[in-house]
Structure formats: structure tokens, C-alpha cells
């Protein structure tokens, strides 16, 4: 399970969910089981602690 630090990371993955970068420039997080877009990150960087789909 994936713990914030309250350092600027995070320890640990977190399982069940993917991120790529949308067209736009975004990051979007994805539901790994069901595949389906959970969130996306508009103050740029990537999330963190969530693997990256190829």
C-alpha cells in the first residue's frame, strides 16, 4: 500500500492503476481492472507513485 511521506514522495506504488500522458499534455490516471479514466492532473508532472503505460 502506498504511503504519503509529507517529504514530496511517496513510498511505495500504488497498485491497480496506470497514467499516460494525454494529447494535451496531461497526465491521466486509468483504472487498471476496468480500464476506465479516473483523473487528470492540470498543474502539469506526472502523479506520483502510479506506474506509466508504454
Given at each position: 500500500m502506498?504511503?504519503?511521506t509529507?517529504?514530496?514522495f511517496r513510498k511505495?506504488?500504488?497498485t491497480?492503476?496506470?497514467q499516460?500522458?494525454?494529447p494535451n499534455g496531461n497526465f491521466v490516471k486509468r483504472?487498471?481492472?476496468t480500464g476506465r479514466f479516473m483523473d487528470q492532473?492540470?498543474?502539469g508532472g506526472a502523479?506520483?507513485?502510479i506506474r506509466k503505460e508504454s
Open positions: 502506498a504511503k504519503n509529507g517529504s514530496g511505495g506504488a500504488v491497480n492503476r496506470t499516460f500522458q494525454a483504472d487498471a481492472s492532473k492540470t498543474s502523479f506520483k507513485g
